[in-house]
């Protein structure tokens, strides 16, 4: 049976695939004939409603909620927290300074 949407492709369950995108961050597919995404910054960006909003860790590769500069002033990118910890434990290891707690800064409170 073809396609209610298209009449061409064949899909069973209604989501054609002409009409389907994938979530930048979780990879959920999408249906363009509905209300139930956000668009992103860049060209051909979307997000699903659960995604929408989340921020990507440069160190990682993650979408969470709230992400913060680097700690050190030559790396231009943002971190999680988890990867801020890491960071933390390495950076006192090697040089015997420490970083504060990312809750430390009042966007996390």
């Given at each position: 049976m073809p396609c209610p949407v298209c009449n061409q492709c064949g899909c069973e369950d209604?989501?054609?695939?002409?009409?389907l995108v994938e979530c930048v961050a979780c990879d959920k597919k999408i249906d363009l004939e509905t209300n139930d995404y956000e668009v992103g910054e860049s060209l051909g960006e979307y997000w699903c409603k659960t995604c929408a909003g989340k921020k990507e860790c440069n160190y990682c590769g993650e979408y969470v909620d709230k992400v913060r500069s680097s700690p050190f002033m030559g790396d231009r990118v943002v971190i999680c927290k988890h990867c801020w910890g890491i960071t933390k434990e390495e950076y006192a290891a090697s040089q015997g300074e420490h970083i504060p707690d990312i809750e430390d800064y009042p966007h996390f409170k």
């Open positions: 209604g989501l054609c695939e002409d009409y």
